[in-house]
């Protein structure tokens, strides 16, 4: 059978959902994988599937613009008829849900968090939630529909507004992780205790509250540890923060930027304490799942999504978003007991093996292709 994927930009495929592409020869799936290439890619750089470039932007600047977007796709399942299409992230399942409710083609959306849609307040994002709610009603309406969430939060929020029915709803617990590739050791011995945040450098992410915390406990406190921040800049999201301004925000409270990282798991293998005070609208954060795999004790908000990738109080602690305070308190906790840090690494680290590999996340993908396959709904 032939699928089509698109998502809205290819570091987020590469990151989030290659693994998934990586799979469609063996299970017999002829995958197209299309998204807004922000570097240059060949075809079948990554694998037995094509790797093009989408006619949808990450983001568009205009009303026309927009138009000449969703014409433009519009002709390209028109033309080629996928037996499938698979969206990942809000604009992609709003444009090819759109289409495929037009065309009639079996249609699985990806919700990696609802977006700020669905947690701003204001009149105007009221009424744009109101506009996503009654689009995604309509195109989550035909038999041959099914909705991938990943967070609870989402999909009672989806089900609780009456957007679908229970059973078109399929789980998983987030993109999942190659376990085998995290956790190959620990460090060890009574050296300083390193605390890891590792995200992409938005606002919303808790940047500002991790090193106003980090900066707080190493002017206060007399524990032995070392504080890093790792991610790349991302000038497009909103709360984008800039270079000059990690760096500054870093050198002022003694925290250690690493800049962006491609061997994160080197890292999280040195690291004891991860920690993502993020207040994001989003799925469950792979990074979160990366740093249970690797042994590491978390910490992160009480925020859809992320509260979906510990179990409080064993793999980790649960904090107040947007509070400064709560999370000094949580690492003051954790960095006064190491025996806790230990302990809440090794059962972060069972989690992982028991709920958040990607090969479960690869067979509930490929589940619901074979159901299109075989003609169910």
Same mark, same amino acid.
């Given at each position: 059978m032939t699928v089509f994927m698109f998502v809205n930009v290819d570091w987020f495929f590469l990151s989030h959902r290659l693994d998934i592409a990586k799979e469609s020869a063996k299970r017999e799936v002829d995958l197209t994988v299309f998204a807004d290439f922000t570097s240059d890619h060949a075809e079948y750089a990554y694998g037995d599937f094509s790797f093009l470039q989408s006619s949808l932007t990450r983001s568009s600047h205009s009303l026309i613009t927009s138009c000449v977007e969703f014409f433009k796709t519009f002709m390209v399942i028109k033309n080629d008829r996928p037996d499938a299409v698979h969206a990942v992230t809000i604009k992609p399942i709003i444009f090819l849900g759109i289409i495929c409710l037009m065309l009639r083609v079996p249609f699985i959306a990806?919700?990696?968090?609802?977006?700020?849609?669905?947690?701003?307040?204001?009149?105007?994002?009221?009424?744009?939630?109101?506009? @996503?709610?009654?689009? +995604?009603? %309509?195109?989550?309406? &035909? $038999?041959?529909?099914?909705?991938?969430?990943? /967070?609870?939060?989402?999909?009672?929020?989806?089900?609780?507004?009456?957007?679908?029915?229970?059973?078109?709803?399929?789980?998983?617990?987030?993109?999942?992780?190659?376990?085998?590739?995290?956790?190959?050791?620990?460090?060890?011995?009574?050296?300083?205790?390193?605390?890891?945040?590792?995200?992409?450098?938005?606002?919303?992410?808790?940047?500002?509250?991790?090193?106003?915390?980090?900066?707080?406990?190493?002017?206060?406190?007399?524990?032995?540890?070392?504080?890093?921040?790792?991610?790349?800049?991302?000038?497009?999201?909103?709360?984008?923060?800039?270079?000059?301004?990690?760096?500054?925000?870093?050198?002022?409270?003694?925290?250690?930027?690493?800049?962006?990282?491609?061997?994160?798991?080197?890292?999280?293998?040195?690291?004891?304490?991860? @920690?993502?005070?993020? +207040?994001? %609208?989003?799925?469950? &954060? $792979?990074?979160?799942?990366?740093?249970?795999? /690797?042994?590491?004790?978390?910490?992160?908000t009480d925020h859809p999504g992320c509260r979906d990738a510990i179990i409080p109080q064993e793999t980790g602690l649960l904090v107040k978003p947007r509070d400064t305070n709560s999370l000094i308190d949580g690492l003051t906790s954790l960095l006064g007991d190491r025996d806790l840090i230990e302990s809440m690494g090794k059962s972060g680290r069972r989690l992982a093996e028991e709920k958040f590999s990607v090969t479960k996340v690869i067979d509930i993908h490929y589940g619901l292709y074979n159901m299109f396959r075989m003609g169910k709904n």
């Open positions: 990806s919700v990696s968090g609802l977006g700020p849609a669905f947690s701003s307040t204001g009149f105007l994002h009221k009424l744009r939630r109101r506009v @996503v709610m009654l689009i +995604y009603r %309509a195109i989550f309406s &035909p $038999k041959t529909t099914r909705v991938i969430c990943q /967070s609870s939060n989402d999909a009672s929020t989806l089900l609780d507004n009456n957007i679908l029915p229970k059973h078109k709803v399929v789980m998983t617990s987030g993109s999942g992780v190659a376990i085998a590739e995290y956790g190959s050791h620990r460090p060890k011995g009574s050296h300083a205790l390193n605390v890891l945040m590792a995200s992409r450098l938005l606002s919303d992410k808790g940047v500002m509250e991790f090193c106003a915390a980090a900066g707080s406990i190493m002017r206060k406190s007399k524990f032995d540890v070392a504080f890093y921040l790792a991610g790349p800049i991302d000038s497009h999201s909103p709360g984008a923060l800039s270079e000059v301004q990690v760096v500054e925000i870093c050198e002022f409270n003694n925290v250690q930027f690493l800049g962006n990282r491609t061997d994160l798991q080197d890292v999280l293998a040195e690291t004891h304490i991860f @920690v993502l005070p993020s +207040y994001y %609208a989003e799925g469950v &954060p $792979k990074v979160l799942l990366e740093a249970a795999a /690797s042994g590491c004790a978390v910490i992160t």
